[in-house]
């Protein structure tokens, strides 16, 4: 009898259940007369091994013997078939795992974590940008610290803000790629980091006015215009241009102002609305407002829509003015710091800033919600310059 290619195709396909030898180590193993598997027997480093060379009838007598033909040279050079086929696969599995792909399917993951669902694209725009063009076709498990810094380079110091963010999603990649169970180096945007070195870009802060200069300005508001009105009423609430601009008559209960958690940056859990307490003052804004709304909408735009951020700042620009509108925050937060002796935890309240760590939060339900009353009344005092007194606003002709 033969010692190898003892079978044929028409007797493979004949014959009944069992193990049936073609010689050199190959064999048919079959269940049944219609279905089996090919096994190759080998000795590797003095270790009996079985390697599986797939299903019968799928694969061919032809092809059985082919693989294991390759099988065997392998060991012929000291190399064990079947540990060399786990790495072929885990390297095909690297390459299927693109950067592109990975960091698409991590902004996906925390899409319930980001204002709007992240439709916006504030979250991916950094990696999309600055980060993917370069590295997006590259396997995510072939990425390093040099792969980062080369990408980065380029923006390190002239953008230092955005080159943070995209250095930060890109290590949330990675993260999110382990989580994949692929074999990723997590400290390499700590490397790149070390290998970028300290940036030299200083943060520049929005310009804001002192608070002592906002009676004057906010005086200054007074034609009693939708741009006029809005800039009063973020002003003396000291909530951000978002929210503000998309006031809805619906969200207003009283003297109690409720956004909806959707709304407000960084806060996505349901139970996360923000009150925000109205002055006398900024009830009587809301009153002028109310016959300009549309669709509900107390601050308009002259088209369709609500009004936009650059419209307001706009108007300081115009008046040769640093400042912005955002920048009325900080004029609120610093008069809070010099001129009240409102708590910390109360102060970035009125901000809607969160504080402490989730864990504190979680007892600490409080939104000081009757302190901040007390407070953001003084401000409008303050604001208007007559102690609390309404200041007279222009009407629409």
Sequence with gaps: ???????????????????????????????ERARG???LRVTVHGRRREMGLGPFPAVTLAEARRLAEEARALVRAGTDPIKDRERKRREAERKLHL????????????????????????????LEIHVLPKLGKVPVAEIDQRDIRDCLAPIWHEKASTAEKAMHRLGLCLQHAAALGLDVDLQATAKARALLGKQRHSVVHIPALHWREVPEFYQSLSDGTVTHLVLRLLILTGVRSS???????????????TIPAEAMKG????????????????????????????????????????????????L??????????????????????????????????????VTHSENVRSYRRTDFLEQRVVLMERWADHVTGQCGAVVKLVGVR
């Design 37 to 39: 598997k090919w096994v």
């Design 243 to 257: 929210p503000l601009r998309f006031l809805h008559e619906s969200q207003i209960n009283g003297d109690l102002w």
């Design 1 to 31: 009898m033969r010692a190898t290619n003892r079978l044929s195709a028409k007797g493979a396909a004949s014959l009944a259940g069992g193990k049936h030898a073609d010689g050199a180590g190959l064999w048919l193993v079959k269940e």
């Design 316 to 353: 300081m620009e115009r008046r040769g003015m640093q400042a912005r509108p955002h920048g009325f925050r900080s004029s609120l937060r610093d008069w809070l710091a010099e001129r009240t002796d409102a708590p910390h935890e109360v102060a970035e309240a009125c901000l809607a800033h």
């Design 99 to 126: 950067l592109h792909e990975v960091a698409l399917d991590a902004f996906e993951s925390r899409k319930a974590e980001l204002k709007g669902d992240g439709v916006a694209g504030r979250w991916f725009s950094p």
């Design 267 to 314: 806060r996505k859990d349901a139970t996360a609305d923000y009150r925000v307490p109205l002055s006398s003052e900024a009830l009587e804004v809301i009153k002028a407002a109310k016959p300009l709304a549309r669709d509900g909408f107390l601050f308009p735009s002259v088209r369709k829509g609500v009004i936009s951020d650059a419209t307001m700042s706009r």
